[in-house]
């Protein structure tokens, strides 16, 4: 039986041998240490790792979108005294015994809105990118004022004030008068602003997180799902800073209306005729479209899931001011018949028309967030904006409150101009400032 034994292993030996070396490549016949082990022989060099990223610098993730709701404040326009109340003895002129109701400083407070981002990286070593953006502001903005007046005795008188061209003195177009005419005033004034840029980006330095730590082999660094009360992120931490560069795009579009409701009471002596009516109307309209290159810097700073990141960038270029000036007044007696002539009272044939130039303007922006990362793709934050518009044109910027009364509009029409030819029409431009709270979110994938 021991022979037989041995024999019987001598020839499976022999038959798993010539199998081995038909289905079981020849192995090399010297290992080179080099291949196997590392230079300082440590130990044995793990096969290189799959460079899966951070979160945070999207690595793998190649294109990014946001969207964020945001509540601005947009600096005011400045108006001149547009609606006043008085006395009989001062007739709503300004001066002693008159209060004015309208004007000053158009505050138009928090103004909600938007703002949409999404961009692409062109390399996957995210060094190179580009990306387009758009905000606006709740177009467009509506402001409404009216002020009545019931003529009846003992109320106080609704006018309009002006500066006389001739007499150099204040004066003022009646509304409201005890007895004579019954009417109202109402101004509506309108904003919207809204603009987009594109930009090209390009990645100055970066440090820390895992687009250094899987280069060194480091397998603690990726997302980790944020299992067992953890936050996904352990041992992550970095920032880069990006040059960016492009174009930008801002419109500014503004008006202001004021009308003139005039109903002659009955008991008007002459030369007013009882029951007619008197609508006046003044306009003005601006608009703003600037065209522009710009420069910045953006950088992040991120620890775990936390994020900082800030930009700041100025734009040069052409803004296109123009400004649009109407009146017109509607006359009707008390049988209905009408009639309409040019020219309001702020707004009259000195001064209507239509009037554009281009001024150079500087454009500086600044953005501040803070966020929180909650998966590898998706992260919300909180910030700050804040912009500047140099050679901007507002719609109060632009009324002339001097006012030559031989220009204003009869019946007959417009009388023969005597003395200086006011208003006049002259470009005022001034600053834009708008500033205010981003909330958002950005989704990369």
Known sequence: MRMEFWVAAILFVNAASAWSQEIIPALPPVIQASTYFQQDGVGPQPAPLENIGSA??????????????????????????????????????????????????????????GRFTAGYWLDPEQTR????????LDGPFTDNFTANSSGLAGTSVLARPYTNAITELPDSQLVGFPGVTSGSVHVGSRSQFFGGQVNGLWNLCRSGGCDSCCDSGCTNCSWTGG???????????????????????????????????????????????????????????????????????RAERYSGAWFTNVSGQVALGDTHQQVT?????????????????????????????????????????????????????????????????????RPGDQIDPVVNPTQLPTPAGPGVLVGPARPAFRFHETSLWAQGLNVGMEFRY
Do not use: C
């Open 56 to 113: 945070h610098s999207g690595n793998g993730n190649r294109w990014w979108g946001s969207s964020e709701a945001l509540l601005w404040a947009v600096s005011n326009d400045h108006l001149p005294p547009l609606v006043t109340t008085g006395t009989t003895t001062s007739l709503g002129a300004l001066g002693p015994g008159t209060t004015t109701i309208y004007g000053g400083n158009q505050n138009s407070g928090l103004r909600p809105g």
């Open 129 to 136: 990118g580009v990306e387009a953006s758009f905000f606006f």
């Open 227 to 297: 299992g067992n009360g953890q936050n996904g992120f352990s041992n992550q931490s970095g920032y880069r800073v990006d040059m960016i560069g492009g174009l930008m795009y801002l419109n500014l579009n503004e008006g202001l209306t004021i009308t003139e409701n005039i109903t002659v009471l009955p008991t008007a002596p002459p030369p007013f005729v009882p029951d007619s009516t008197i609508l006046v109307t003044d306009s003005f309209q601006t608009s703003n479209n600037f065209y522009g290159g710009q420069l910045g810097l």
């Open 325 to 393: 000036i109407n009146g017109a007044t509607v006359f009707t007696d008390p049988g209905g018949a009408s009639i309409q002539q040019p020219g309001g009272l702020l707004a009259l044939p000195t001064n209507m028309g239509t009037y554009d130039r281009n001024r150079f303007s500087v454009v500086p922006q600044a953005t501040f967030n803070v966020g929180r990362q909650l998966t590898r793709n998706l992260r919300v934050y909180v910030g700050y904006t804040m912009l500047y518009w140099s050679n901007v044109v």
